[in-house]
């Protein structure tokens, strides 16, 4: 486990566990550049799931976004970074969570490299499930590309269906953002 688990306070750093969009370094940096890459992780006895907060409304990806669900056996594989105390509110603040959209976590990970780590993590409220656009497909399968999720994983994110959406997203930004 990191030294001090979720609030190390000597370092002034948390653990975070991104399963989604965030996975992608370019991405989570967009909000949070103080973001570190720790290690990949594997979240056990839930599964990935896509949709929205509420029955009726948008996101900015133009599609259902990721969420975990509890569901015994199964896993879900992601990113685990160090992040900055000072980054907590901007991370909850994407994460909507000032908007009910989703609720902080604790939850035991299991890392590759660094045994079993408390992380930080979120999950979506009042869930009704959505077809994802391609745009935040394709993010989330980059980040577990960069990151070198296993490669099974990365073939279940890559045979996710989408909804065709052809407009701008936040996939604009983030393609500015490293240009």
């Not at 306070?9 to 370094?25: E, I, P, R």
């Not at 599964?47 to 259902?64: C, Q």
Request: net charge negative.
């Amino acid at each position: 486990m990191l030294p001090g688990g979720i609030g190390n306070q000597s370092t002034g750093t948390f653990a975070y566990f991104a399963f989604g969009s965030n996975m992608l370094k370019e991405r989570l940096h967009l909000e949070n550049p103080s973001a570190t890459f720790l290690d990949t992780g594997r979240l056990k006895d839930y599964h990935l799931d896509f949709g929205m907060w509420g029955k009726n409304t948008e996101s900015s990806w133009h599609g259902g976004v990721a969420t975990i669900r509890e569901n015994p056996g199964s896993e879900v594989w992601g990113v685990i970074w160090t992040i900055s105390r000072d980054h907590l509110d901007s991370l909850d603040h994407q994460e909507g969570v000032h908007r009910g959209i989703y609720s902080p976590l604790e939850i035991r990970v299991e890392s590759s490299n660094h045994g079993e780590m408390l992380c930080r993590t979120y999950q979506m409220n009042n869930f009704h499930a959505r077809t994802t656009s391609p745009q935040y497909k394709q993010v989330v399968y980059w980040g577990a590309e960069q990151n070198g999720l296993p490669e099974d994983y990365v073939d279940r994110l890559l045979a996710v269906q989408t909804n065709n959406y052809t407009g701008p997203s936040i996939l604009d930004r983030i393609e500015m953002h490293t240009n």
